[in-house]
């Protein structure tokens, strides 16, 4: 399934799904900082938007006549999208993104370690003879 490009208002709501779990809309809605709080009505157009045009949400319950909705993506996938995003605006390079990361001391230590592990089991998977495809 291809990852939809996500507003930050639609991040917000995904949010409160991915943290709490099923939510009805007015949940989602009471779950925003009350003096930034979006109308009942915007809310529910976005969850639907989500539903229906992203399919980043789904129905998970119906109670009574009213909706009860949980997450149809993961915070990964969204995650992953947005980094797909960000590494686009440099022409699909990383180092200029590292680069930043390691200036701002965002980039740990710990953070290359595992990146190094990963990079090495991505390896070890595409050598024939190491375990991985032929």
């Given at each position: ?37 979006p109308a ?95």
């Open positions: 399934m291809a990852h939809p490009k996500l507003s930050r208002l639609e991040l917000q709501i995904m949010e409160t799904l991915w943290s709490r779990g099923m939510c009805s809309i007015r949940e989602i809605q009471e779950a925003f900082p009350e003096a930034k709080r009942y009505t915007t809310v529910q157009t976005m969850v639907y938007r989500l539903l229906e045009g992203k399919g980043a949400v789904k129905i998970a319950k119906r109670v009574g006549n009213a909706n009860v909705f949980a997450a149809a993506i993961s915070r990964e996938d969204a995650g992953g999208k947005l980094i797909d995003d960000v590494l686009a605006l440099f022409g699909g390079r990383a180092k200029p993104v590292m680069a930043h990361l390691v200036e701002s001391g965002k980039l740990t230590l710990e953070d290359v370690k595992e990146a190094e592990q990963s990079i090495l089991k991505l390896a070890a998977l595409k050598t024939p003879g190491k375990g991985g495809r032929k």
